[in-house]
């Protein structure tokens, strides 16, 4: 399994409040990726990196903030969290060449008030 | 708009059956597709194809990517409980991003 890791795995939070979930991966991929996946929809991009400091936008990016200050961590905000953002956060990771294949964390379950 | 569409959406089978999924997808600037199976957790990836009529194979699974018809599928013969699952169909339309179909969910029965 590649070395992806997310934190936390569970969360339960309030409306307005805000959330940062983190991915932290060991294999220096260049690429990392934030999904969430909900019934009915299957996995929607939220945003994603191409490298340190360098991020753009998925299909489903309002309401929803990222970093990456280090080639090994992703970080996702939700500035002011709100019930539709309930659901299962996976982050992924590719290699620079071979970077379609994405490989996915153990995701995150949030669940907001 | 980059679509990709799976069918079915759920398939039931019994222990020892061989199933096929599909998965279509609208052309736009097509560079790969993927498979992946997820259980309880993180999807986790299968294979990846590129060029038309050239199976890929990997045990009991294998997969097939038509460029012209734009589908592939994905065969699974002798199923075992453990093939019980969602598989996951993407496409890379030609940029750093995947779009991901619905998926179909599998369930074998003993």
């Known amino acids: 399994d590649a070395g992806i890791t997310q934190s936390p795995r569970h969360k339960v939070t309030e409306t307005g409040t805000p959330v940062t979930l983190r991915c932290h991966q060991t294999e220096n991929h260049r690429y990392m990726y934030w999904y969430r996946q909900d019934p009915g929809h299957g996995l929607r991009l939220i945003h994603y990196s191409y490298g340190v400091k360098d991020t753009d936008k998925g299909e489903v990016s309002d309401g929803y903030s990222v970093s990456r200050s280090k080639t090994e961590d992703f970080l996702l905000t939700l500035e002011s969290a709100t019930s539709s953002q309930t659901s299962v956060y996976f982050c992924a990771i590719s290699e620079y060449r071979g970077r379609e294949t994405q490989y996915f964390g153990p995701g995150t379950r949030l669940l907001v008030l | 708009e980059d679509k990709v569409v799976q069918s079915p959406l759920s398939l039931v089978v019994h222990e020892g059956d061989t199933v096929t999924l599909n998965c279509s997808y609208e052309v736009t600037n097509f560079r790969s597709l993927l498979w992946y199976k997820q259980e309880k957790k993180a999807p986790t990836f299968l294979f990846m194809l590129?060029?038309?009529?050239i199976e890929k194979k990997s045990g009991r699974l294998s997969s097939i990517l038509d460029k012209k018809e734009l589908f592939s599928i994905l065969n699974i013969t002798a199923t075992q409980t453990g093939d019980s699952a969602v598989y996951l169909c993407a496409v890379n339309f030609g940029n750093e991003k995947l779009t991901f179909g619905t998926g179909t969910r599998l369930t074998i029965i003993p």
């Open positions: 590129t060029s038309s009529g």
